[in-house]
């Protein structure tokens, strides 16, 4: 059969596409998949690949998962490829040249992969925080390399120049904080091709600081810890009933404290821990325990057992410590005023419920002497006692208070009360004979020099303290018999005085309770000063020996060399006369003591009774007060 023109032209053309559909098909079938990807791997609608082009000369970002071109969407049953069609009834299938196109592009990004980056260490998870982190990575590459940075948290932190290909790099970091990251490395080449790693996450949480029953974190999902607990062996255990969620980190050891009676968690720096939870404090051994949330009782705090151990509820997280639901503060009347002999004493017990400082009416109190005990009475909300002492000294005494029968755990407490006798030592009239102040020469004129020549000088400067004041004279009176109006019965002078001269900068010195002044008071008279301990005149360096003659305050004897004691200057030189001592009452006040002297030369080379230093901080206008006693013996 001859065919007409028209019929050959159509024949010659469908025999011309089918060589170009099957010239086509053999093209896709032995073009090779890009190495590291295939263009049917989709990551939320993204190719994951790594290309390494020119930043400049491409629309789509380097080295990361970029959207996929023209809306690329594998259908995972038929694997096949179409194109997005919406709005429509459904999917369209891609042109031939369409998907050839995309092959293309592809193709050409791999043709510009130089180089890839494989990430070694440490692993995407949880960690226990250690105080430093190696960051480990290996660059395979054809080209030079310029530079690889580490980027934590998506910002760069180190930079590392020495770079070399099929080699283990490392950054060393010491800087984390117990939280969550992400880290990742990228790489410059020579020719200005960049490359981004894959992202790896890290948790970081630190809890060295507990053991026991702790939970072991690398055991469980860090999202979401079922059961978790944190335990001190030796004081106490926190167990969460709710689930815990340390994904984002956490410092621990900072910010929760497990003690003897206190626990605590700083909720608002570990948020996942503002949980209910059980609370269990090791061997309090509370008769009637009641909870405490950061000092006030806490009402919504639920006990569940009290043996040895108290284990109770709490809803949320601050800091909480238990105590008897009784308090019991006793105090007497020597507390603030000096007691003599023979003098009436009042004795008072506070014995309240906790909750509340309602006190405990009902209860009954009983205060403990050496010589025997008594009964208190209740009385406007105190219970009280009275009594005098026909001797002087420290009077110990306990109370004890038991509400039992009210339901409130007895206490018991001890005290002391101090009595004095009414000849302990006075203050004393000063007469000013003289006040003055050391002057110092002014500068002299240099010798005249000349050019080229050394010069060697001493200098003799000296600088007024602003530490201390000094006070010295002489005791006149005597001992007398007398009324309580002054009417001098009989009166004995004293031509040879003995005793010591007191100084302090208050008038009601506990003198039953002077001991010698320890080194924490001689720091705190220091910083009253102005002065450090290691200044050339500091209190520390000023009274700084330990010899001193045995003396008498009132009927109570010191023995000699148990204070820290000083010497004044007698003829400009420091003898072995004028001997003072650091002496503290029970209200820690600084006492300075001078031993007196029978007419022993003073600074000046005149005689004199005492010579004394006092603290006085010269740094600032205002001047010192200080009240005298004396006891002549």
């Not at 259908?75 to 429509?88: A, H, P, V």
């Not at 520390?540 to 305050?553: V, Y």
Request: with cysteine.
């Amino acid at each position: 059969m001859k065919l007409n023109e028209k019929s050959k032209r159509m024949l010659y053309l469908s025999i011309g596409l089918f060589f170009v559909f099957v010239s086509l098909m053999f093209l896709i079938k032995t073009t090779p998949t890009p190495t590291g990807f295939s263009i049917f791997e989709f990551n939320n609608n993204n190719i994951e690949i790594q290309p390494n082009i020119d930043s400049t000369s491409e629309e789509l970002p380097i080295g990361r998962n970029f959207p996929v071109p023209s809306s690329i969407i594998e259908d995972q049953t038929e694997n096949q490829i179409f194109q997005s069609n919406s709005g429509s009834s459904g999917p369209r299938r891609k042109s031939i040249q369409e998907i050839l196109d995309e092959i293309e592009k592809i193709h050409k990004y791999n043709q510009n992969r130089t180089f890839n980056i494989s990430l070694i260490a440490p692993l995407s998870g949880f960690f226990e925080y250690v105080n430093s982190s190696l960051f480990e990575f290996k660059i395979n590459s054809s080209n030079s390399l310029n530079y690889c940075e580490l980027i934590i948290n998506n910002e760069i932190v180190l930079t590392n120049y020495n770079i070399t290909s099929n080699n283990i790099h490392s950054f060393n970091l010491t800087s984390l904080l117990p939280k969550r990251y992400t880290w990742q490395i990228s790489c410059k080449d020579n020719k200005n091709n960049t490359l981004i790693s894959e992202k790896r996450w890290l948790i970081f949480v630190k809890s060295s600081r507990f053991s026991g029953e702790t939970t072991n974190l690398n055991n469980v999902d860090i999202e979401k810890i079922q059961n978790f607990i944190i335990e001190s062996p030796s004081y106490g255990k926190i167990s969460f009933l709710e689930n815990i969620n340390l994904s984002e980190g956490a410092d621990i050891d900072a910010n929760v404290i497990v003690e003897k009676n206190k626990i605590t968690i700083n909720s608002k720096n570990i948020t996942a821990l503002n949980k209910t939870a059980k609370l269990t404090f090791y061997d309090l051994n509370l008769v009637n325990p009641v909870i405490f949330r950061d000092g006030e009782y806490c009402s919504d705090c639920q006990i569940i057992s009290n043996n040895a151990n108290l284990s109770f509820l709490v809803p949320h997280f601050s800091t909480y410590t238990a105590s008897e639901n009784s308090k019991l503060h006793i105090f007497d009347d020597s507390d603030s005023n000096i007691k003599n002999i023979n003098e009436i004493i009042n004795f008072y017990a506070n014995y309240t419920n906790i909750t509340n400082d309602i006190p405990i009416s009902g209860a009954s109190c009983t205060i403990y002497f050496t010589d025997g005990s008594e009964s208190m009475t209740f009385n406007s909300g105190l219970f009280k006692y009275n009594r005098s002492f026909s001797s002087i000294g420290i009077k110990n005494y306990n109370v004890t208070c038991d509400g039992s029968a009210q339901g409130f755990t007895a206490l018991s407490t001890n005290e002391y009360a101090s009595i004095n006798f009414d000849n302990s030592p006075s203050g004393a009239n000063i007469t000013e004979i003289s006040n003055e102040r050391g002057t110092f020469a002014l500068s002299t004129p240099s010798t005249i020099l000349e050019s080229g020549n050394l010069t060697f000088f001493n200098f003799d400067s000296n600088v007024l303290t602003n530490s201390w004041q000094a006070y010295y004279g002489n005791i006149t009176g005597g001992i007398k018999l007398e009324s309580a109006s002054g009417a001098v019965f009989y009166q004995w002078e004293t031509l040879d005085p003995s005793g010591e001269v007191y100084a302090a900068r208050v008038s009601d010195i506990n003198f039953a309770t002077l001991n010698c002044t320890n080194s924490t008071q001689i720091s705190t008279e220091e910083s009253y000063i102005g002065h450090l301990s290691a200044a050339a005149d500091s209190v520390t360096n000023t009274f700084d020996s330990a010899t001193h003659p045995n003396f008498t305050i009132g009927e109570q004897f010191y023995d000699e060399n148990l204070c820290f004691a000083t010497n004044m200057y007698s003829n400009s030189v420091q003898s072995n006369n004028f001997f003072e001592v650091l002496l503290s009452d029970a209200a820690n006040n600084i006492v300075y003591t001078t031993i007196i002297e029978n007419n022993k030369l003073g600074f000046d080379n005149t005689p004199y009774h005492f010579q004394m230093l006092v603290g006085e901080n010269g740094q600032d206008s205002i001047g010192t007060s200080y009240y005298f006693f004396v006891e002549v013996e």
